[in-house]
């Protein structure tokens, strides 16, 4: 390849990258600026810079409480995944066992199946058996829609750890449960971790399935949507954009903090 024909691809490539940089930053960029409009209307770039919408959540207590119960669903529904998954991960990996590709599929067909006929389905069941929507049920189906993300990573993980280091441990004596969570735990850490996370925020952004649920206490999202509904004024861009503020600070920490330590080489 020529020098001319690799300079013309290199620079293909990075306009490609900007373009594509470009076309995720500028909806936050114009999300931003809406909630900085001083006045009510939701128009970019902004007449002046205000906080005022900032402010205005304040007198609304519906976002804070939906917040809240946002974060809380989120971090149960986490760790419930993640203990779900690595159960099942250990028992498809290291087990064959008639049934175990049902069981798979099973496992991950939310991922395929329409959020709107999951969420129609929850509805449809617990109306059926008289279970009123709660946080019970909102938990329960968050689970079961996060439950593919958290499987698939946790049984990549465990089909990459080596089973060596774990038999040489209870070659030695050690019990089979101590050695798997002194040797292998460990090593797949950084799946279990990655789960987590993706368990995490695929519960914190969920609306479509969550709305059938939703009784007098709504997620965020589902808030959100019903005040687009009703108010057209900045305040839900000012939500939005806290969102996004503290999606971004969570990477930027995980990174820092759990990242470089879990997924360095030879990190613990």
Known sequence: MSMRARTSRHFGVKLAGITLLFLLAFPLIVLFGVSLNPGVEQIFPPTGLSLRWYYNLANRDGFANAAVLTMILASATAVISVVIATFAGIALVRYR?????????????PLIVPQVV?????????????IVSSVVSLAILHVVITLPFATRVVVA???????TL??????LGAPPAK??????????????????????????E??????????????????????????????????????VLGVI????????????????????
């Open 97 to 109: 066992f008639f049934g175990r590709d049902a069981v798979l599929t099973l496992l991950l067909s």
């Open 249 to 268: 600070l969570f990477v930027l920490a995980f990174n820092r903090v759990v990242g470089r330590h879990l997924f360095a080489p030879g990190g613990h």
């Open 179 to 204: 050695a798997f969570m002194l040797v292998t735990l460990p090593l797949v850490r950084p799946g279990i971790v990655a789960g987590g996370v993706f368990a995490f925020v695929t519960s914190f």
């Open 166 to 171: 774990e038999e040489a441990a209870r070659s």
């Open 157 to 163: 993980a465990l089909e990459g750890a080596s089973r």
């Open 118 to 130: 999951v969420g129609m389905a929850f509805l449809v069941t617990l109306s059926s058996l008289g």
């Open 206 to 243: 969920n609306f479509t399935a969550s709305q059938f649920l939703v009784w007098n206490r709504t997620t965020l999202p589902v808030e959100l949507y019903l005040f687009v509904q009703t108010e057209n004024d900045p305040t839900g861009a000012a939500v939005s954009s806290l969102v």
